[in-house]
């Protein structure tokens, strides 16, 4: 089975595929707001069971959802820059997002880094949290970096436990910009600011 790697170019608002050797296979999307474009985009995922993807459209503020040719299947958030459409995120209320940078899917959530409303879209008090990972269990892992942390929680929402803290001893982060759970459950964890690598 040939691996393909898929990749977001923020500052070419497209999305870059390569092969197993690292060599550019094709590129999809272009800048725009419509259905298949994107305006500087920052996270993007699969989803664990149906082959398709979930783009973080940050300057477009929504979810875009994509086949892996870039075909447009659905968003989360305006469907268009233009227009007031909304859809609904979780069945709680029109979708405010507000540049989101990253996204995360497990076979029953979405979670979105819902950067500019300093929260993740599962209504948690957050500081422009920038990155977020699921790992097989289901549990979040955010970080939080204008608060200087990564914050745990359980697959239902519920807080667990903190790396890290500004205000506290010990690893205290200048900004989370990146994470990495490993299949014995280690976390990994770049602070950009700090031009350093954390593994816990």
């Known amino acids: ?18 092969n197993h050797k690292g060599e550019l296979v ?28 979930y783009v ?39 979708s405010k997002l507000n540049q989101p940078t990253d996204v995360a899917v497990t076979i029953m959530h979405i979670v979105v880094a819902d950067s500019g409303n300093h929260k993740i879209k599962v209504q948690l008090s957050l500081k422009s949290p920038e990155v ?3 790992d097989d269990k289901g549990y979040i892992i955010v970080g939080d970096a204008g608060n200087g942390r990564v914050q745990i929680f359980s697959p239902e929402g519920k807080f667990l436990r903190m790396l890290g803290d500004k205000k506290t001893q010990g690893h205290k982060f200048a900004w989370v910009s990146g994470l990495l759970v490993t299949n014995n459950y280690n976390i990994l964890v ?3 600011k700090n031009n350093f690598v954390y593994l816990f």
């Open 132 to 134: 977020l990972k699921i």
């Open 190 to 192: 770049s602070d950009s």
């Open 56 to 94: 973080a459209d940050t300057g477009n503020n929504r979810i875009q959802i994509l086949e892996k040719d870039g075909t447009y299947l659905n968003s989360i958030g305006p469907k268009n820059k233009n227009t007031g459409d909304n859809v609904r995120f979780r069945k709680t209320g029109p």
């Open 1 to 18: 089975m040939r691996v393909k790697v898929f990749s977001v170019d923020k500052w070419k608002h497209c999305i870059f595929v390569f």
């Open 26 to 53: 094709y590129r999809m999307c272009n800048k725009g707001y419509g259905k298949s474009e994107l305006c500087s985009p920052e996270g993007i995922t699969f989803h664990p069971e149906r082959s398709v993807l």
